[in-house]
């Protein structure tokens, strides 16, 4: 059976180069950084060094970069502390974060009893800009906005210079959730005035299990997780150095090949949509992503002209003829509920439809765009 992974968005294959370094961390660099041997200072240097890496990617001082697990956690120490820790006592956030932001608002409104407000959205997802200052005027509560860069379902683009500036001038305190742009997107942090992201390793062909927060200088956060003084203090727990190595390898390689990965893999996603128009006339593409200068180059999310009581066969269909993809983000695949980014821009109509993120990296081939849109054919024209 054919195998196609058009689910670059739920989680990316490693790059050989980042595989090869993470076995040598594994086999060589066994060491406790927390120790003061000479195994433990190898593998403390070797953590330094990934840190120094990242910063230096991201025009930012080291110590401003802390590792976690992952973006979830990073999305959870900065909110949490924020609230608990820098008196903030209202968020302004949108409706179609994701939950790792949503959830943890949700958690921290019925805790602290936090003012939670969100900010309108157009019918493809795009926050109002009007509104957002609004909102940032309408209150003397310290404040925090906590909005995503990429959006990991519709693949929106948030101009977070433009978000910055405005938090900036209204004194406010900003969180962009960058797990899907870290490494796909140049950033420079020095010249975006944000206060905390977060990044997660596997979504730029990294290992799995690691993640960093960017904590501006001087934030006064402090941990979620307490123990040992690791992470200077701001997260508490052995550091998975092979892991972090990976990461930093992996973010190093997505630099230096962007701009070459970045028009390659932007064919494949017009080539695809240009396929879909052609074969399914009535096709749609949710939010922003159909629009090259205001969504990722990474993604695409079809809504299908199929009847609702069809629509439930076609991503087991896909699956079955060796297709990975999404309905909705990865996280939300086996949700009863469907997708809520979806669900807060799309018509009734269109939601009793399937709409199915597939999602692309440099791995990707045109044949395999060949081959999934064949099937998708014969699906359509059996659900007719």
């Not at 179609?96 to 959830?103: D, G, P, T, Y």
């Not at 309108?120 to 795009?126: A, I, P, S, V, Y």
């Not at 938090?167 to 797990?179: A, G, I, N, R, W």
């Not at 020095?190 to 960093?212: R, W």
Request: net charge negative; glycine share 8%; proline share 2%.
């Amino acid at each position: 059976m054919k195998k196609v992974y058009f689910d670059s968005a739920a989680t990316t294959q490693l790059r050989d180069d980042v595989i090869t370094c993470i076995s040598e961390v594994l086999q060589t660099e066994y060491g406790n950084p927390s120790s003061t041997h000479s195994y433990g200072r190898s593998s403390k240097s070797l953590l330094e060094n990934a840190r120094k890496e990242i910063a230096k990617l991201l025009n930012v001082s080291a110590s401003e970069i802390i590792f976690t697990s992952g973006g979830t956690e990073a999305d959870n120490l900065i909110l949490n502390s924020a609230v608990r820790d820098l008196g903030v006592k209202r968020i302004i956030t949108s409706k179609i974060e994701h939950h790792a932001v949503l959830h943890t608002v949700e958690w921290l409104k019925k805790e602290y009893n936090i003012q939670v407000e969100f900010v309108n959205l157009d019918e493809c997802g795009q926050i109002d800009f009007e509104n957002l200052e609004s909102l940032l005027a309408d209150s003397s509560q310290k404040t925090l906005v906590s909005l995503m860069h990429v959006n990991n379902e519709i693949g929106n683009i948030l101009n977070l210079k433009k978000v910055a500036d405005l938090c900036k001038t209204y004194k406010t305190l900003f969180h962009s959730d960058t797990v899907q742009s870290v490494g796909h997107f140049e950033l420079d942090f020095k010249e975006i005035p944000i206060d905390f992201a977060a990044a997660a390793a596997h979504k730029f062909h990294g290992p799995k299990g690691a993640g960093f927060a960017f904590i501006r200088k001087n934030s006064g956060l402090k941990p979620l997780i307490h123990g040992g003084e690791q992470e200077r203090g701001m997260r508490a727990g052995t550091e998975a150095v092979y892991a972090i190595a990976g990461m930093a390898e992996a973010l190093k390689l997505s630099y230096r090949k962007l701009e070459k990965e970045r028009n390659y893999i932007a064919g494949i996603k017009n080539y695809f949509k240009n396929e879909l128009i052609t074969a399914f006339p009535g096709v749609k593409f949710n939010g922003n992503c159909g629009d090259n200068e205001r969504s990722t180059y990474t993604l695409l999310n079809v809504c299908l002209p199929i009847s609702e009581e069809k629509a439930m066969l076609l991503l087991f269909q896909l699956d079955l003829k060796g297709i990975a993809c999404s309905k909705g983000s990865a996280c939300q695949s086996g949700s009863e509920g469907g997708s809520h980014v979806l669900n807060e821009i799309l018509s009734d109509e269109d939601l009793g439809k399937p709409s199915i993120r597939f999602s692309f990296s440099s791995f990707n081939k045109r044949e395999e765009v060949d081959y999934v849109i064949n099937v998708l054919k014969e699906f359509v024209e059996g659900a007719m």
